[in-house]
């Protein structure tokens, strides 16, 4: 089992940076992941802001592009460095990982029923 935290999150002003930081725990069923961060605010689907895979690869959406930066640590930590904050980044915001060997640009968009998911750290930018 694998047990994902979030941490980091918390209230700023637009234009203002934030890092969000999960923390990964637990016996990894794999060595291929593909990790990733996703949003959700109330009233909308959760959708992907940023994703890495084992390979490396990166793929942002397109609203945080230039904005937002994901990073890795070995699969053990994954970071999401949020800069130029606007009012519409406000969401919880999900860490997830999956060890089936998906891509990148795959677990951006959606991520496998198998994934292993944080239990959401909330973000409020202020204009």
């Known amino acids: 089992q694998v047990h994902l935290m979030e941490s980091g999150g918390g209230s700023v002003q637009a234009g203002g940076s934030l890092r969000l930081s999960c923390a990964v725990s637990?016996?990894?069923?794999?060595?291929?992941?593909?990790m990733a961060w996703y949003r959700e605010s109330p009233g909308k689907e959760r959708k992907g802001v940023a994703a890495?895979?084992?390979?490396?690869?990166i793929v942002y959406a397109d609203s945080v592009k230039g904005r937002f930066s994901i990073s890795e640590d070995n699969a053990k930590n994954l970071y999401l460095h949020m800069d130029s904050l606007k009012p519409e980044d406000s969401a919880t915001y999900y860490c997830?990982?999956?060890?089936?060997?998906?891509?990148?640009?795959?677990?951006?968009?959606?991520?496998?029923?198998?994934?292993?998911w944080g239990q959401g750290i909330q973000v409020n930018v202020s204009s």
């Open positions: 890495i895979d084992s390979t490396g690869s």
């Open positions: 997830a990982a999956d060890y089936g060997g998906w891509e990148a640009h795959f677990c951006r968009i959606e991520m496998p029923a198998s994934t292993f």
């Open positions: 637990g016996n990894a069923p794999g060595s291929r992941y593909c």
